[in-house]
């Protein structure tokens, strides 16, 4: 069984600023996918960024990007020029064969001005 | 396009009712996920439909269960409601089975009282 872990509950970064958020995941699959999504206020799951291992190179969509460490089955999320928009909670998460999505317990992320 | 729908957005019963969520996925999604999220943790996996088989369940009693229709919506069941089943319930459509992205809806919050 797949294991995700996310050991910040809550982070805080000023606008403009950039922050990393961490996520380790434990598995003996060779082949799958990594998510980060986004969950604000309002309930609904947002997509930010995926990461399929197969490829070698760090997913980047903006201003989102990850840091994907395989050996160490890490995988981190680096959001640059924060902004108040980005104020929700992110889950990591993770795709196997199974194709069912394996959640970790979230980072609250609060921006401030 | 429409995004994943559900309904209803908000739900309140009484312990020993039984509930019907409903799900739509996206135009052209043939794969239906469920997942019950209690307040301040992180989704769990409860059903994965694809082409209108149950291809996944996760640890959940038999009191839960789903369908997925023809036209690839679905209805997530659950009898004799326990307090413990409050929670946000969130569907999930994805356009194959297997390690993929997933696109959620804004999910259905339950209240059993």
């Not at chain 1, 995941?25 to 604000?40: G, R």
């Not at chain 1, 194709?99 to 980072?107: A, N, Q």
């Not at chain 2, 559900?6 to 052209?28: D, E, F």
Request: glycine share 6%.
């Amino acid at each position: 069984a797949q294991t995700v872990t996310q050991s910040q509950p809550e982070m805080s970064v000023q606008e403009a600023e950039t922050v990393t958020l961490s996520c380790t995941y434990d598995t003996s699959e060779n082949n799958y996918y990594l998510f980060w999504y986004k969950q604000p206020p309002s309930r609904q799951m947002i997509l930010v960024i995926r990461q399929e291992t197969y490829k070698q190179q760090n997913a980047t969509e903006n201003r989102f990007s990850v840091n994907f460490q395989k050996a160490a089955k890490s995988f981190s999320l680096k959001i640059s020029d924060s902004q108040l928009g980005d104020t929700a909670m992110y889950f990591c998460a993770f795709s196997g064969t199974a194709s069912k999505l394996t959640f970790g317990t979230g980072t609250r992320l609060q921006v401030t001005l | 396009d429409a995004g994943v729908t559900q309904s209803p957005t908000h739900l309140i019963k009484t312990r020993g009712q039984q509930v019907t969520l409903r799900c739509s996925p996206i135009s052209g999604h043939k794969s239906v996920s469920w997942y019950q999220q209690v307040l301040g943790q992180g989704p769990q996996f409860i059903f994965q439909y694809y082409e209108k088989e149950e291809r996944g369940r996760g640890n959940f009693p038999d009191r839960f269960s789903a369908r997925q229709f023809p036209n690839y919506s679905s209805e997530l069941n659950v009898n004799a409601l326990l307090l413990g089943d409050s929670a946000l319930y969130l569907c999930a459509s994805s356009w194959i089975q297997g390690p993929t992205e997933a696109f959620f809806g804004q999910g259905t919050r339950l209240t059993v009282v």
